[in-house]
């Protein structure tokens, strides 16, 4: 197992030099407005907060921030658009799902489950009342959820920076 450890370590840092120190330090230095949770969200874990957009620019505005920042974008997935080819039909519903490896996998080396809610996904929805909402995992409760004691300076990064990322869609 430690030859495995210090595998891992290598490999970590060798990508933290290839992908140079600002990869990791650069979210921290961003500014970030406190996620403000406006309403509850009906699931454990979850940070719910408005938008002050519609739809398509909260989106638009999200993955912006995310290009920003330099946090790599994997994917996004029509959830409204799913529902409708099953005829089932939803509200609107996108699934960005984003993240920074070198910071993020830290959380995988704690507890590989971990990789069951890392990258970071955050959900663009609209209400029957026309208003559009984020939400994404309080990595407060990501770190409970896996049991990461040894990340605590990662968690608090992620969190500000997801709160930051969230910030885009306020005005």
């Given at each position: 197992m ?10 970590f840092?060798?990508?933290l ?20 949770p ?10 719910k907060?408005r ?13 912006a921030?995310i ?11 029509d959830?409204?658009?799913?529902g409708a080819?099953?005829?089932?039909p939803?509200n609107?519903s996108?699934?960005?799902?984003f993240?920074?490896p ?7 080396q ?10 970071v996904r ?17 990595f ?21 920076v997801?709160a ?8």
């Open positions: 430690k030859f495995r450890s210090t595998k891992l370590h290598r490999k840092l060798a990508v030099l290839l992908a140079g120190p600002g990869t990791i330090l650069a979210p921290a230095l961003i500014q970030a407005k406190a996620a403000t406006i309403e509850s969200a009906i699931a454990e874990g979850v940070i907060q938008s002050d957009y519609g739809f398509d620019e909260t989106v638009m505005r999200l993955k921030d290009a920003t920042k330099g946090i790599r974008f994997f994917d996004e997935i959830q409204g658009a799913l080819g099953a005829n089932l939803i609107r996108k699934l960005l799902l993240g920074n070198p910071l993020g996998v830290q959380f995988l704690s507890n590989p489950l971990a990789g069951l809610d890392w990258p955050m959900l663009v929805t609209q209400d029957d009342n026309g208003k559009v909402w984020i939400s994404w995992t309080d407060r409760f990501v770190a409970s959820r896996y049991n990461l004691q040894d990340r605590d300076a990662q968690i608090a990064m992620a969190s500000e997801s930051s990322i969230a910030s885009a869609t306020r005005k």
